[in-house]
T-cell receptor, first 114, second 113 residues
Framework: DAGVTQSPTHLIKTRGQQVTLRCSPK?????VSWYQQALGQGPQFIFQ???????QRGNFPDRFSGHQFPNYSSELNVNALLLGDSALYLC?????????????FGPGTRLTVL | QKEVEQNSGPLSVPEGAIASLNCTYS??????FFWYRQYSGKSPELIMS????GDKEDGRFTAQLNKASQYVSLLIRDSQPSDSATYLC?????????????FGSGTRLQVQP
């Protein structure tokens, strides 16, 4: 049973550049949520995708955008990178239901902005 | 007031002891709670979920929920050095439309051999 996968593992960018991170959900899951985790903090919710649409969004600027494909995989795009965007980016997958569903995290992508 | 709050620690316990990790939440509408373990440099791993008042046991782990006091705890019995990690408490947050998780900042646990 394949778990949540993310790519790349690590990424180094400079300020002002753009980055795309990728996520494949756990087999059987249809919902993907993205989180940003700064050092020493808990993960912060960025947005969630279901049925190829953004279902919910956290308190992040429009520089953060995403996409979900028909096979449920997802991308997170960040434009005009700032130093403060340096963080661990986590993808979590779940199966939609009537309440919050158990979320399983991928290994994460460590983004460093110089 | 943060939706989910934890003491950042570190909480240091000797090997074999019981580690008690605590979490409080502000949203009385929260119905489900999750504990994740995160090793340094790794992603969070789900270890327990709890939905009803009372205790839920899974191996060496026991989650306790008290909705009246808005309090969730995680007990780790017979603590091992391999339990040394940051433990994250999470609940469906109002700020996520209760569709995703709001996390506390985590409690770092150190188990001394």
């Amino acid at each position: 049973d394949a778990g949540v996968t993310q790519s790349p593992t690590h990424l180094i960018k400079t300020r002002g550049q753009q980055v795309t991170l990728r996520c494949s959900p756990k087999s059987g899951h249809d919902t993907v949520s993205w989180y940003q985790q700064a050092l020493g903090q808990g993960p912060q919710f960025i947005f969630q995708y279901y049925e190829e649409e953004e279902r919910q969004r956290g308190n992040f600027p429009d520089r953060f955008s995403g996409h979900q494909f028909p096979n449920y995989s997802s991308e997170l795009n960040v434009n005009a990178l700032l130093l403060g965007d340096s963080a661990l980016y986590l993808c979590a997958s779940s199966l939609i239901g009537t309440n919050i569903d158990t979320q399983y995290f991928g290994p994460g992508t460590r983004l460093t902005v110089l | 007031q943060k939706e989910v709050e934890q003491n950042s620690g570190p909480l240091s316990v000797p090997e074999g002891a019981i580690a008690s990790l605590n979490c409080t939440y502000s949203d009385r509408g929260s119905q489900s709670f999750f504990w994740y373990r995160q090793y340094s440099g790794k992603s969070p791993e789900l270890i327990m979920s709890i939905y009803s008042n009372g205790d839920k046991e899974d191996g060496r782990f026991t989650a306790q929920l008290n909705k009246a006091s808005q309090y969730v705890s995680l007990l780790i019995r017979d603590s091992q050095p391999s339990d040394s990690a940051t433990y994250l408490c999470a609940a469906p947050g109002v700020n996520t439309g209760r569709r995703a998780l709001t996390f506390g900042s985590g409690t770092r646990l150190q188990v001394q051999p």
